[in-house]
């Protein structure tokens, strides 16, 4: 059974750095490519970033582009995102996700969700 | 505002089928696939439909997606209470080298 559990959020204050991770386990976590989506209450899903399996290649949305940086470790199962210069509409539920395939930008979708690590950044 | 469109609500009542819409202002479904995923209150979002129209193993055959021009659509046939979920669609947009979601539909089962 895929498990992915979230680390890392809290409180923060704009401008300021805060780094997530993602223990994954129940699946050859090297063989897949890994996203972090975020959940903000009452606007629904963002994709964050996204990274190939043997991290080859990135991609951000426009809105943490810069900002946030996506990384992994396979040898420990574990995947991070970096985030600086953070906002207040960063506030948001970051969920890590398994892709389907080895490429996060293949197109057929994410099957493997962990329940998430609120991060608040207000002053 | 999403790049993809979802009516914000949909009901039925139990046994009865849904159909719920996601829509591209762009291309993103009209040349990539489509992925549905529902939030059930309290727990992490779960894969119903990839790639158009096909199931994860342990998704139930109540769930069907289908794909035409611009527009996906998730049937939900048999509704039962437990489905009453938020329903987010989401494709991968080529000009923004992103995936997109749509805002989601709230599926409520009188």
């Known amino acids: 059974e895929v498990q992915l559990v979230e680390s890392g959020g809290g409180m923060v204050q704009p401008g300021r750095p805060l780094r997530l991770s993602c223990a994954a386990s129940?699946?050859?976590?090297?063989?897949?490519?890994m996203h972090w989506v975020r959940q903000v209450p009452g606007k629904g899903l963002e994709w964050v970033s996204g990274?190939?399996?043997?991290?080859?290649?990135?991609g951000y949305a426009d809105s943490v582009k810069g900002r946030f940086t996506i990384s992994r470790d396979n040898a420990k199962n574990l995947l991070y995102l970096e985030m600086h210069s953070l906002r207040t509409e960063d506030t948001a539920l970051y969920h890590c996700?398994?892709?389907?395939?080895?490429?996060?930008?293949?197109?057929?979708?994410?099957?493997?969700w962990g329940q998430g690590t609120t991060v608040t950044v207000s002053s | 505002q999403s790049v993809l469109t979802q009516p914000p609500s949909a009901s039925g009542t139990p046994g009865q089928s849904v159909t719920l819409t996601c829509s591209g202002a762009n291309s993103e479904i009209d040349l990539n696939p489509v992925s549905w995923y529902q939030l059930l209150p309290g727990t992490a979002p779960r894969l119903l439909i990839y790639s158009n129209n096909q199931r994860p193993s342990g998704v139930p055959d109540r769930f069907s997606g289908s794909k035409s021009a611009t527009s996906a659509s998730l049937a939900i046939s048999g509704l039962q209470s437990g489905d009453e979920a938020d329903y987010y669609c989401a494709a991968w947009d080529d000009s923004l080298s992103a995936w997109v979601f749509g805002g989601g539909t709230k599926l409520t089962v009188l």
């Open positions: 129940g699946f050859a976590f090297y063989d897949y490519a």
């Open positions: 990274i190939n399996w043997d991290s080859s290649s990135v």
């Open positions: 996700v398994k892709d389907v395939t080895r490429y996060f930008d293949y197109l057929y979708g994410m099957d493997g």
